[in-house]
């Protein structure tokens, strides 16, 4: 006697194993995330591409790729996955108005210097809601936080040698200048017109190799054949740190900063270094297709309006 067909359902936990495997490039990640072991993950992902009869996912090297079929499926399932997701906090925080959170995650400048008045005004209304800020100088590390959901929204400059996440929304903010920074009575603070051979007169404080300010840093200096005359006296990915020993004297910097930033910090004498340089904008970035609570929204109407305000594009 021949036994009756049984047909496997699709499992929600399948389909988000396998969002988070292909979003996050592997197993392990997944795994971690999901409180699993890496064991555990492949057979839910094998036990799906046996359901749907397609290889979805293949290694190649150390990481995992998308074949054609696991990439349409990917396409059709992560606004449902994400969507899914998000229902729990939304619920939660609908549930019991005092378990609400907010949380953050932010390049340090943009915390710094923009973020304190829109967190302010609405933690004034919403005194009872969790703040929870995050912060990280790589654009890359804070819209992981947004993607695996530890953060609502994130703010991050748009580096052009990081490619945009496609699991993320991306909204033009504002743009970041390149600023020339010295103490308050250096002779380039009061130099009419600075070019590139002032530069490497005096000792320079700037940001890690990696950085798009110190990339950009040295193509100038390159292009004018200056470059082997930088003389570096400090390295550092925080520009709040930067700042503050550029008004002790210790050295200038080039960066992309908020034009007034020498309002926070007392001997800092702020200039645009050439008009004629591409900006950095400032993008706010948000999971695809999640539900965002309301206070969440509430707090993205406030930060707009404020951006309206004082952002650089409107001093």
Known sequence: ??????HKE???????????????????AAAADLGLSVPAVWEQVRSLESILGATLLVRHGRALELTVDG???????QPHVSGID???????ARRSESARQLSVASIPQVLANLLPPPIREFMGKH???????????????????????EADLGLITANPDEPASPHLAHEYLFDLKFMLMTGSHHPLARKKEVKAADLVKYPVITMLASSPNRKLLERILRRHGLLDRLHVVMENSSTDIIQKYV????????????????????????????????????????????????????????LRKHLADSAPDHL
Do not use: N
Request: charged share 20%; net charge positive.
């Open 86 to 92: 998000s229902l729990v906090k939304l619920f939660q």
């Open 1 to 6: 006697m021949r036994r009756p067909k049984v």
């Open 127 to 149: 005194g009872q809601t969790q703040l929870r800020l995050l912060s990280d100088p790589g654009a890359a590390a804070v819209m992981r936080m947004v993607e695996r959901g």
């Open 71 to 77: 990439k349409l499926l990917l396409e059709i399932i």
């Open 10 to 28: 699709i499992e929600l936990r399948q389909l988000r194993t396998f969002t988070l495997a292909a979003t996050q490039g592997g197993f392990s």
């Open 247 to 302: 008004a002790l004297g210790a050295g200038i910097a080039l960066l992309y900063a908020w034009p007034r930033i020498d309002r926070h910090e007392p001997g800092l004498h702020v200039r645009e270094f050439d008009p004629h340089i591409e900006a950095l904008p400032v993008m706010l970035v948000t999971r695809k297709y999640a539900h965002l609570p309301d206070h969440v929204q509430e707090f993205l109407q406030i």
